[in-house]
């Protein structure tokens, strides 16, 4: 079965340095979000991208994040300047358009990067 | 605002038991409600999903029970399994977006 995969599985940086999380979005896909999960508590919604640009944005995704597809493959998510309370799971997941079904889109999340900023 | 409201946050069944998970949201334009079982260390990943014209879906062992007028739905694991123990996460959509997620309940099924 097709995945979301996501580099690296654990990173760990400076309070106050650039970080970039890498996501290899399933092939067919066209939508692209990032989430985040602070241990211990719910997943919640970053950005969604779709035609190289953001289409929605959480009150979370302020100017110290931005969001890339450098390629035909890669999704990113830059950190510009990490901060203690940006030490979380980030969960990247894509999905296609199409017919909608009770799968949804085919929307899969990858297995997430855990940041941890020291 | 929380758009979606989970309940139990831990819930202890016994092996061969039924486990309830309680969801209620707010938002009457959302129109997709997946439940999601995650593993530590593991991303989200869907485990049934239901849409508002349905009261009930089921797959296998898992059934989602919808009510629209109540703005609640329940996912019910009939002969709990030590396997399914995990976190379990139920969310709401409009449109296929972005997902509102509950604050998940930690499934642990004893044997």
């Known amino acids: 079965e097709p995945e979301v995969t996501q580099t690296p599985s654990h990173q760990v940086t400076q309070m106050g340095q650039e970080v970039i999380l890498r996501c290899v979005p399933i092939?067919?896909?066209?939508?692209f979000y990032w989430y985040r999960q602070i241990l211990g508590q719910k997943v919640e919604f970053l950005v969604s991208f779709y035609n190289n640009e953001i289409s929605e944005k959480s009150e979370i995704f302020d100017d110290q994040f931005s969001v890339e597809r450098p390629d035909g493959s890669n999704f990113t998510l830059k950190i510009r300047s990490t901060k203690l309370e940006d030490s979380a799971m980030y969960f990247c997941?894509?999905?296609?358009?199409?017919?909608?079904?009770?799968?949804?889109?085919?929307?899969?999340f990858g297995s997430g990067t855990r940041l941890t900023v020291v | 605002q929380q758009q979606v409201k989970q309940s139990p946050q831990s819930l202890i069944v016994q092996k061969g038991g039924i486990s309830i998970i309680n969801c209620a949201y707010e938002n009457t334009a959302f129109d997709y409600f997946p439940w999601y079982q995650q593993f530590p260390g593991k991303g989200p990943a869907l485990l049934i999903a239901i849409r508002p014209d349905v009261s009930e879906k089921k797959e296998g062992r898992f059934t989602i029970s919808f009510n629209k007028s109540a703005k609640q739905f329940s996912l019910h694991i009939m002969d709990s399994q030590p396997g399914d123990s995990a976190t379990y996460f139920c969310a709401a959509s409009k449109h296929l977006n972005k997902f509102y997620f509950g604050s998940g309940t930690k499934l642990n099924v004893k044997p």
């Open positions: 997941a894509s999905s296609r358009p199409g017919t909608a079904s009770d799968r949804g889109y085919g929307y899969t």
């Open positions: 092939s067919n896909h066209l939508y």
